[in-house]
């Protein structure tokens, strides 16, 4: 059991992250108003797949397989676009459905930073690959993007004081929100203290929290929430799905090339 101690809060963390995913689409698939759609069920799929790869990489690490670590590793270059794409997915969802029952939607914001900040944190993982450990902290801090909706999503479910009973109690999704984004930036604030030199990844990936909760202040200060919803609703769902993973997947492929061979292309495109 010595060797997985160096990686006890990696493990724990994709645990955890798994346990309150769970609890997060627990009303989806299984409560009184459960209603699970095929988008849930990819929606799930690409996350708790992705939960697995991590842990199974961190695992590996562990136990000293570097080589097979590094085999597995190339499974990313499919599911990190898919898990992108997915997210930007979900956010063009979510925009349709809230202008199809004129509800606002409460997480406008958060759905476009979160896909933007994802997209960016799988391109910088693989951009900055040799330096092991931030490239490690990269890819495990990732679930800080999934773990602050999880929190969300299970509060409103199975906390009393902020479940949604009706129109009056919209402030809780805010309530809810905050505690999420202040959980969230607890564990990235520890991740980030058990190795300050290298754990800075997780203190870019949380940030995203509040850079979302400034940006929908900022927006709604001046009236614009409803524009942005309208604006992401407008494109076709499987149009997004495929543009975001095409885009992901070159940026990602583009950054694991070796040095040499991306040397010999630019060289030839400059004859």
């Known amino acids: 059991m010595k060797r997985y101690r160096p990686y006890a809060a990696e493990i ?4 955890i992250t798994m346990v309150v995913g769970m609890l997060g689409f627990w009303s989806i698939y299984v409560g009184p108003r459960a209603e699970a759609e095929p988008h849930h069920h990819f929606h799930v799929a690409t996350t708790f797949g992705w939960m697995g790869l991590l842990l199974t ?18 499974a990313v270059l499919a599911a990190g676009p898919l898990l992108v794409g997915s997210a930007a997915f979900l956010a063009v969802h979510s925009a349709q459905s809230a202008i199809a029952s004129g509800q606002p939607d409460f997480l406008i914001v958060q759905n476009v930073v979160g896909t933007l900040w994802l997209g960016s944190i799988l391109v910088l993982a693989f951009a900055l690959r040799r330096q092991r450990k931030v ?23 199975f906390a009393p004081a902020y479940r949604i009973e009706g129109p009056e109690t919209f402030y809780r999704f805010q309530t809810a ?12 604030l520890l991740m980030f203290a058990k190795d300050w030199r290298n ?7 949380v940030a995203s929290g509040p ?22 609703a407008a494109p076709n769902k499987g149009a997004i799905l495929a543009i975001v993973v095409i885009l992901v997947g070159v940026l990602l492929a583009w950054t694991t090339l070796p040095i040499r061979g991306r040397s010999t292309v630019v060289m030839n495109k400059g004859r």
């Open 199 to 205: 754990g800075w990844p997780y203190l870019f990936t």
């Open 177 to 188: 929100g905050q505690m999420s984004l202040n959980v969230n930036l607890a564990i990235g």
């Open 135 to 157: 490239h490690g902290a990269f890819m495990t801090s990732t679930l800080l993007i999934f773990l602050g909706p999880a929190i969300f999503f299970a509060l409103i479910a």
């Open 211 to 232: 850079l979302a909760v400034g940006l929908q202040a900022y927006l709604a200060s001046i009236d614009r929430l409803n524009d942005l919803t309208t604006a992401v």
């Open 12 to 15: 724990a963390l994709v645990l």
């Open 57 to 74: 990489q961190v695992m590996l690490l562990a136990q000293g397989k570097w080589q097979l670590h590094r085999q597995v590793g190339l």
